[in-house]
T-cell receptor, first 116, second 109 residues
Framework: EAQVTQNPRYLITVTGKKLTVTCSQN?????MSWYRQDPGLGLRQIYY???????DKGDVPEGYKVSRKEKRNFPLILESPSPNQTSLYFC???????????????FGPGTRLLVL | SQQGEEDPQALSIQEGENATMNCSYK?????LQWYRQNSGRGLVHLIL?????REKHSGRLRVTLDTSKKSSSLLITASRAADTASYFC?????????FGTGTRLKVLA
């Protein structure tokens, strides 16, 4: 089954304790992306990756890191989480169309993060 | 922020009625997509319309795109209680997607 998986689904942590949220897709998509969703703000893009070893900042990258060592995996790293990073996080992947984004994005089920 | 805006923010209708939601955006786009999200769950793609298209249909969904006005609309005909969800538009340039803030649709049985 074609899917995007995220782990963990729920996470409670404390300020400053490094954490990683994993994301994996089995559709051989070049493009992968992380979003955070906050009430009233919709989805905001944190980081994206056009392919292996190619990553770039989205609209809200501060406090986050990513890596893309393999095509299928795109982990999100919070080196020193703070309470303002409490949010619902989504990973997504898609094909590229003529080298650009714009094809259907497939979303993971989300990770609810609470930073105390 | 370059987020798009959706209108209305919330919409409540009776089952069987049509629901229309609008999306405005700020920059030139390659295409525009509509997604649906059931309460706190992952987004599901509904329909994609490319910048050179003006209208597209998929089942009970009809999407229009007016690039001169930088706006799009999503029409759901003959709505059902199961259509209750949040609906988001997303535009894409070369590398990034920009999502609207969403319309919360409630369909009353």
């Amino acid at each position: 089954e074609a899917q995007v998986t995220q782990n963990p689904r729920y996470l409670i942590t404390v300020t400053g304790k490094k954490l990683t949220v994993t994301c994996s897709q089995n559709m051989n998509h070049e493009y992968m992306s992380w979003y955070r969703q906050d009430p009233g703000l919709g989805l905001r893009q944190i980081y994206y990756s056009m392919n292996v070893e190619v990553t770039d900042k989205g609209d809200v990258p501060e406090g986050y890191k990513v890596s893309r060592k393999e095509k299928r995996n795109f982990p999100l790293i919070l080196e020193s989480p703070s309470p303002n990073q409490t949010s619902l996080y989504f990973c997504a992947s898609s094909l590229l169309f003529q080298g650009a984004v714009g094809e259907t994005q497939y979303f993971g089920p989300g990770t609810r993060l609470l930073v105390l | 922020s370059q987020q798009g805006e959706e209108d209305p923010q919330a919409l409540s209708i009776q089952e069987g009625e049509n629901a229309t939601m609008n999306c405005s955006y700020k920059t030139s786009i390659n295409n525009l997509q509509w997604y649906r999200q059931n309460s706190g769950r992952g987004l599901v793609h509904l329909i994609l319309i490319r910048s050179n298209e003006r209208e597209k249909h998929s089942g009970r969904l009809r999407v229009t795109l007016d690039t001169s006005k930088k706006s799009s609309s999503l029409l759901i005909t003959a709505s059902r209680a199961a259509d209750t969800a949040s609906y988001f538009c997303a535009t894409s340039g070369t590398y990034k997607y920009i999502f609207g803030t969403g319309t919360r649709l409630k369909v009353l049985a």
